[in-house]
C-alpha cells in the first residue's frame, strides 16, 4: 500500500508564505499527474494546483499568480509554494497522486490564514 504524506501546513497572518510538500512512501509506476486540492469548512473539495509528468502545470483561478507547484512527478515529491496568503485560503490541503485508473490521496495538512 502506498502512503502519501504532506507536510508544511501551519498558521500563518494574511500576506505571508507557506511551502507544503508532498511524497510517497515509495516509487509509483504509471503516474500521471500530482496534485495539491484543498477543502473549507463547508465547502467542496477543490483543486489548487497539479503538476504533469511532462512538467506542465494547471492552477486554480484564485491562486493563479500566487501558488507555484514544483517537483518531479516521477520521484513521487512535489512542492507548493503558497505567497501573499489570504484568510480565503484557510483549508485542509490534499496532496493527491494519480495515474489511469487509479489514485491515492494524502491525510491532508490544515492551513490557516489569520491575524
Given at each position: 500500500?502506498?502512503?502519501?504524506v ?24 504509471g ?12 465547502h ?17 483561478a484564485?491562486v ?15 512542492n ?16 493527491k497522486?494519480e ?6 490521496w ?6 490557516t490564514v489569520?491575524?
Amino acid at each position: 500500500q502506498v502512503q502519501v504524506v504532506e507536510s508544511g501546513g501551519g498558521l500563518v497572518q494574511p500576506g505571508g508564505s507557506l511551502r507544503l510538500s508532498c511524497a510517497a512512501s515509495r516509487s509509483i509506476f504509471g503516474i500521471a499527474t500530482m496534485g495539491w486540492y484543498r477543502q473549507a469548512a463547508g465547502h467542496e473539495r477543490e483543486l489548487v494546483a497539479s503538476i504533469l509528468r511532462s512538467g506542465g502545470a494547471h492552477y486554480a483561478a484564485s491562486v493563479a499568480g500566487r501558488f507555484t507547484i514544483s517537483g518531479d512527478v516521477a520521484e513521487t515529491m512535489i512542492n507548493l509554494q503558497m505567497n501573499n496568503l489570504k484568510p480565503e485560503d484557510t483549508a485542509v490541503y490534499y496532496c493527491k497522486i494519480e495515474g489511469f485508473g487509479w489514485r491515492y490521496w494524502g491525510q491532508g495538512t490544515q492551513v490557516t490564514v489569520s491575524s
